[in-house]
């Protein structure tokens, strides 16, 4: 069965500081990849996607993943963190199964960012 | 566009109440979802409506009761809520079950009292 896990649950990083969130997942095909951000009491926005191609893709507010295979991993990097970057963080995988598609999450990793 | 309106923000209901939340997409997106999130967890999936059909019921309680009058709305029609349901529901969409990447709303708060 597919699994996500993010291994960390709260990562507190200063204000300039380079990120890195860590995602590995357990899908037996090609997987679709995703992170998501949630802000405070809204809902989830897209940051970027991975489906073929390029294993290192661009996302929204700066934001960059790197697809590693031979690692079932699907980490999320920034090289400096702005203050407005504090949220909740999920790593998704899509998958299709009894004629639907459908995203299994990961539980998330909250960031802080200290000024 | 890849907005996804969902109505009410918040809702609070008695448990005897009937009410019901309301999602709308205008992408041409075919499937659509309700999550459920409850705090400082991830979404759990809820169901998947594809081509205006249910496909997918992850066992959720009669006291929801989903509805997809078209295309590009979906309903979550609520009755005899628990406390225990007070959560954030959350509706998404793609443009079909085909490997697409879906697409959130802002979710409705909800709580039960």
């Known amino acids: 069965a597919q699994s996500v896990t993010q291994p960390d649950i709260h990562i507190t990083v200063s204000e300039g500081a380079s990120l890195e969130l860590r995602c590995n997942y357990s899908?037996?095909?090609?997987?679709?990849l995703f992170w998501y951000v949630q802000s405070p009491g809204q809902g989830l926005q897209l940051l970027l996607k991975?489906?073929?191609?390029?294993?290192l893709v661009q996302g929204i507010k700066g934001f960059e993943a790197e697809f590693k295979r031979s690692q079932s991993s699907f980490n999320l990097r920034k090289p400096s963190v702005h203050w407005s970057d504090a949220a909740e963080y999920f790593c998704?995988?899509?998958?299709?199964?009894?004629?639907?598609?459908?995203?299994?999450f990961g539980k998330g990793t909250k960031l802080s960012v200290i000024p | 566009d890849t907005e996804v309106t969902q109505t009410p923000k918040h809702l609070v209901m008695g448990m005897t109440n009937k009410k019901s939340l309301k999602c709308e997409q205008h992408?041409?997106?075919?499937?659509m979802y309700w999550y459920k999130q409850k705090a400082k967890k991830p979404p759990e999936l809820m169901f998947v409506?594809?081509?205006?059909?249910?496909?997918i019921n992850e066992s959720v309680p009669s006291r929801f009761s989903p509805e997809c009058p078209n295309s590009s709305l979906l309903n979550l029609h609520l009755h005899a809520l628990q406390p225990e349901d007070s959560a954030l529901y959350l509706c998404?969409?793609?443009?079909?079950?085909?490997?697409?990447?879906?697409?959130f709303g802002e979710g409705s708060w909800l709580t039960v009292v």
């Open positions: 998404a969409s793609s443009q079909d079950s085909n490997g697409n990447t879906i697409y």
């Open positions: 899908y037996g095909a090609t997987p679709y």
């Open positions: 991975y489906f073929s191609g390029d294993t």
């Open positions: 998704a995988v899509a998958h299709s199964g009894a004629g639907s598609y459908q995203l299994t």
């Open positions: 992408m041409g997106h075919r499937a």
């Open positions: 409506y594809s081509y205006e059909k249910l496909s």
